[in-house]
């Protein structure tokens, strides 16, 4: 019985890695954020809002947990949990869309999976503030591993390369 638990947590932590190392082997420079998207929403209607966080900074917050309109100090696409902060303090990346698969879809290749993250970037409204800052769209998408873990998530990032420059919310 503990073996079991141990080989389903080892597995757990070895699909966020491998979604981690997917995302940033998948993330690019798509164009330049300061061309604000279409308004159509890409979020999914149950993505929460951030405004339900309790106090910030918020440290340890694991990928799987961001939230759209999230801001992150100091965010590595590579690491397994990130601090968010208030949109308001010195940030460096803010999550701006999310799609969720459906959980019944059947994986759809990392080609599909890149193409919708890019989707979802594209449709990404952004306010002027983002005219402001010279800034990159980042992608993070499931691997066939974290899919088969329940991973449906592929989400669109805003980064700025100078670091903690961005000191407002990016989203409407």
């Not at 459906?102 to 002027?128: F, N, V, W």
Request: charged share 15%; proline share 6%; glycine share 6%.
């Amino acid at each position: 019985m503990v073996k079991a638990g141990f080989v389903t947590a080892l597995l757990a932590v070895g699909g966020l890695l491998i979604w981690l190392l997917t995302s940033l082997l998948a993330t690019a420079t798509q164009q330049s954020a300061n061309h604000p998207g279409a308004p159509e929403e890409t979020a999914s209607p149950a993505a929460p809002s951030a405004s339900a966080r309790p106090s910030l900074p918020l440290t340890g917050v694991s990928p799987l947990d961001f939230r759209v309109g999230d801001c992150f100090k100091d965010f590595d696409p590579e690491a397994i949990e990130s601090t968010v902060v208030a949109c308001t303090t010195n940030h460096s990346s803010q999550l701006v869309a999310v799609h969720y698969y459906a959980a019944a879809d059947s994986y759809p290749g990392a080609d599909a999976m890149k193409a919708r993250a890019r989707e979802a970037c594209q449709s990404a409204a952004l306010t002027g503030k983002s005219n402001a800052y010279d800034l990159n769209y980042r992608l993070a998408y499931p691997s066939n591993t974290s899919w088969g873990q329940g991973d449906r998530r592929v989400d669109c990032y805003v980064t700025a390369a100078a670091g903690n420059i961005i000191k407002a919310s990016l989203l409407p």
